[in-house]
């Protein structure tokens, strides 16, 4: 089935550390986002890739880095200058006319 | 930047009610408009979705939504909810065609007291 993966479902990361979050997608999608995720205040884009090799800041892209050398991979780095990484990271694919299918989601707390 | 609006916070209700969460959005062009919900523990997923033509759109598990365009609108109801329907319904828009940008609502949780 084409679907979205994530990995890994839950990461703890010391504070000064980078982390890296893995997204994968077989769906042949040339989009890919990625969102995080607090109570209370819904989804909010962190960085998007329209095709390979090259992406864009979102909302919230301070203290996050992404790369997309392959259309199928998108990996966010939460780096140690992201003040309050604590959250729920979710990534998406899209195309043009059917949506967006969205991962299951990695939960990273800072310990 | 979009911005969207949902009204309702937390919304409680008893199975067999019906129910309408709203959703206002700021983008006077053309828009893609979407429902997702999110289980507890799991996954975003896709409820309905309006790109062109009826502006009643009806998705999964009995849901509809009906887009407005004088109003901005685009509210989610279901005729009678159920136990099951217990979630987090999110409303997203994103500008004219192409793989654009999702901009989401803060989200509305939906508890169904059986």
């Known amino acids: 089935d084409g679907g979205i993966t994530q990995s890994p479902k839950y990461l703890f990361r010391k504070e000064g550390q980078n982390v890296t979050l893995s997204c994968e997608q077989n769906?042949?999608?040339?989009?890919m986002y990625w969102y995080r995720q607090d109570p209370g205040q819904g989804l909010r884009l962190i960085y998007y890739?329209?095709?390979?090799?090259?992406?864009q800041k979102g909302d919230i892209a301070e203290g996050y880095s992404v790369s997309r050398e392959k259309k199928e991979s998108f990996p966010l780095t939460v780096t140690s200058a992201q003040k309050n990484p604590t959250a729920f990271y979710l990534c998406?694919?899209?195309?043009?006319?059917?949506?967006?299918?969205f991962g299951s989601g990695t939960r990273l707390t800072v310990v | 930047a979009q911005s969207v609006s949902q009204h309702n916070h937390h919304v409680i209700l008893s199975e067999a009610a019906s129910l309408e969460l709203g959703c206002n959005y700021s983008?006077?062009?053309?828009?893609?408009l979407f429902w997702y919900v999110q289980y507890p523990g799991q996954h975003l997923q896709l409820l309905l979705k309006?790109?062109?033509?009826?502006?009643l759109v009806k998705g999964i598990k009995g849901f509809e939504a009906e887009f407005i365009k004088s109003k901005f609108s685009f509210n989610l109801r279901k005729p009678s909810v159920q136990w099951s329907d217990t979630a987090e319904y999110f409303c997203?828009?994103?500008?004219?065609?192409?793989?654009?940008?999702?901009?989401f609502g803060t989200g509305t949780r939906l508890t169904v007291i059986p």
């Open positions: 997203a828009v994103n500008e004219g065609t192409g793989a654009n940008n999702l901009f």
């Open positions: 983008y006077g062009g053309t828009v893609n």
């Open positions: 890739s329209q095709i390979v090799n090259d992406f």
């Open positions: 309006y790109f062109s033509g009826d502006p």
């Open positions: 998406a694919s899209s195309t043009t006319g059917h949506g967006y299918t």
């Open positions: 769906l042949n999608h040339d989009a």
